[in-house]
């Protein structure tokens, strides 16, 4: 699964490096946006989507070049998806991961699928490594899990639309996120046997693109991963109250565990 993760690039960033346009539409929330090295649960985080600009802006654009067409954005929602037919918003905290596997078949993700996909943005993530038969220590040892060049990681993800239809039409509505996870393989596996889905460069235009279909969305996810490497940081990353640059740390040799 992935529970934590880190997000510190500035959103100018982001904007350079999805190749998001000024013509995109600005997302208020971005502004109020905050850089974080232990982003948890149902907190706001940053996605990537392509989606035709509101009402107003599509009009002026359907004016100048014809019917509006998607537009490449970067918008905050809330980690852990909210299906539009939910009843209650708090069944996102047990979302905040949806499997590779089951996505064509589950009500909760299978729309999404089809029409809601995106990109989330991420520095590297935590795992939690079982310790090794015999260690000294039992508790469970925090990973940083990171791109060799501590480059960019996007996490292949879902977004939703949801609102209280108690309340009516005048209802804000509520945008919601999940993290795609599929199973790890060689090493990685001795960390945890999931992962997050995560796209190359290459393949984030078609991930993104509307027309592109849920089957062949979901085949992507099957694609070779990014190259990852990883190292124990402390156990302070254990609790969402602490945060900085510090949590990503590598642990002093002499502070890791002696094996048997």
């Known amino acids: 699964m992935c529970g934590r993760y ?21 997302d208020p929330e971005l502004a109020q946006w905050e850089a ?8 706001p985080v940053r996605m990537v989507v392509e989606r035709v600009p509101r009402r107003e802006h599509a009009a002026e654009a359907a004016e100048d070049s014809g019917p509006p067409v998607p537009v490449r954005q970067l918008r905050v929602a809330r980690w852990g998806l909210v299906p539009s037919w939910a009843k209650d918003p708090g069944i996102g905290s047990r979302m905040i991961n949806a499997r590779s596997e089951t996505l ?8 999404a699928l089809a029409k809601h996909r995106c990109l989330i943005p991420a520095d590297g993530y935590y795992e939690w490594r079982p310790p090794a038969p015999g260690a000294a220590r039992t508790a469970k040892h925090p990973q940083l899990i990171h791109a060799p060049d501590d480059g960019l990681l996007a996490f292949a993800g879902l977004y939703e639309f949801w609102r209280d239809r108690t309340l009516g039409e005048a209802a804000p509505w509520l945008v919601t996120c999940t993290i795609i996870t599929t199973a ?24 993104l693109d509307p ?15 990014p190259e990852l490497a990883w190292h124990e940081v402390s156990t302070a990353v254990n609790s969402v109250a602490n945060d900085g640059p510090h949590l990503l740390d590598p642990v002093p040799p002499k502070e890791q565990p002696t094996l048997l």
């Not at 880190?6 to 959103?11: E, P």
């Not at 064509?104 to 729309?111: D, G, I, S």
């Open 6 to 26: 880190a997000s510190f690039r500035q959103n100018q960033d982001l904007l350079d490096a999805f190749k998001i346009g000024r013509d995109a539409p600005d």
């Open 104 to 111: 064509l078949e589950k009500p909760a993700f299978r729309t």
């Open 184 to 207: 790890a393989e060689g090493d990685m596996a001795q960390i945890h046997d999931r992962r997050p889905a995560m796209l190359t460069p290459e393949a984030w235009d078609a991930w």
């Open 36 to 43: 974080s090295w232990n982003v948890a649960p149902t907190t």
């Open 211 to 225: 027309t592109t279909s849920a089957l062949d969305a979901r085949a992507m996810l099957d694609a070779r991963p």
